[in-house]
């Protein structure tokens, strides 16, 4: 292993967006490409590291800077010092790595790397491939500048890092996502983001531009694999996410009902818009199926973990089935992961949709395939639950019963706006709308299990109340009174 790959190798496991957690990264360098810099003394580089310790093995792009002396300010944001001299930084942390990336997207310029190998990597034989990366401008991002701009990067982030990019000249701020784990394939955070923004959506931040990449890959027909590295738009200062919002109003016991209607509104046009612009199909029973038999395999994987839902199971297993025999609705690109946090309220402007992403956890190849609309709704309606729930753990003097009506309230205000633009009718697919409402519930169970223990209540307590509201069980008050005294408990220790 190389000096560079020694260095990363302990720092990665501490950082926030490293996928494997508690264990020790087996790096193997698959490609790498030079950013240009005027500063004197610094190497601006984009390492693509794959994490054979993973299962499967994972992709991670890591930008660093090579640095002759120290960056002052910056110690907590060193790597390590290089056996041949000089240091090794965050690049996403680094001015120069900042600048060189923005000024890559704006003026639409490509970065061809030198050969990996891999004696350099692992000491084995002598494999030589080439990464590359383009930038690229959108149509509508403007007379923008790069120079001069100051950078910071966004904090709190999971799977990704974004850096913030104050312009001097007085111009809209920009934001860049740099995606840390790469797969092969558009990313519909760029795709679906950029075409909204073409389509003049009010609904999403006007986009900026992208950078896309090649890199080797022996497993594909070619052995070559592209995607995207990193997208830019641009940055709303003062918004808020409706999530903070949501809660404030929960926790106040005012009415977020405009809100939630509104936020209803902004979906369906999403949706709308979308069905427009991308492939939209008939939902075949091949699909259905699919669909279902994932459905049935997270809540074995659930049951299995967590006693509690074992009772449900054959009440959920029903209201599967009963959802695989009706219509549903066509196929089509949606949000895939919509919640609350995924919503934005910028001042003087429609509510924003951000992250296209779709569940992390799921592979590109099914995140950019057309599904159906109710995954969102049933995502955000999963959300005002979750309001709810972290209102009642942190005040636990609010009485359960009320702030039960708030979420009730915002989720019929949600569905109701979503009709006010919706071309799908939400009352026809009622018995598909709740089952994908259960498969939601019963995935936040499974998360609660393994990671929040004292919030599990808060996903049973919403499966309780969708099997009763499809009339499969008998004893729904009682069950849904023993959950509500485990949440109350839980909150009051």
Known sequence: MDSTLECITDWMTRQRWYASKGRVPELRRIGEWTLPTPEPGVRVHTLLLMDDASRPATLYQVPVTRRETLLPGAGHRLIGRMASGGYLYDGAHDPAYAAALLEMILDGTESIGGEST?????????????????GSRSSRAGDR??????????????????????????????????????????????TLQTALAEAASTHVPPSVGAVVGEWADVGRAGGRARGHLAFAQEFLPGVEDAWRVALRSAADGTSFDEEARAIGRATAEVHHVLADLFETNPATPGDIAGVVFGWHERLAAAASEIPALREHRPAIEAAYDRAQSME????????GDLHLGQVLSAPGRDWMLIDFEGEPLRPMADRVRPDVVLRDVAGMLRSFDYVAG????????????????????????????YADAARVDLRAHRTVR??????????????????????????????????????????VGTQADAILSQLDAARRS
Do not use: C
């Open 145 to 190: 500048s790069a120079r001069g701009a100051r950078a910071r990067v966004l904090e709190g982030e999971q799977s990704n890092t974004s850096i913030i990019y104050e312009a001097t000249d007085g111009g809209a701020p920009i934001i860049v996502k740099v995606f840390r784990q790469l797969h092969h394939g558009d990313n519909p955070d760029v």
């Open 390 to 417: 972290s209102v009642g753990m942190e005040h636990p003097s609010r009485p359960a019963a009320e702030v039960a009506a708030w979420a009730t309230d915002s989720r019929q205000a949600f569905l109701r706006g």
């Open 434 to 475: 709740d089952a994908f409402e259960l498969d939601k519930a019963v995935y936040e169970a499974l998360y609660e299990q393994r990671n929040r223990q004292d919030w599990l209540p808060i996903p049973l307590l919403g499966i309780v109340r969708i099997l009763g509201r499809s009339a499969v069980v008998g004893s």
């Open 328 to 335: 549903w609705p066509p196929l089509q690109r949606v949000h």
């Open 118 to 134: 891999a004696a350099e990597s692992n000491g084995g034989g002598s494999t030589a491939d080439t990464a590359s990366a383009t």
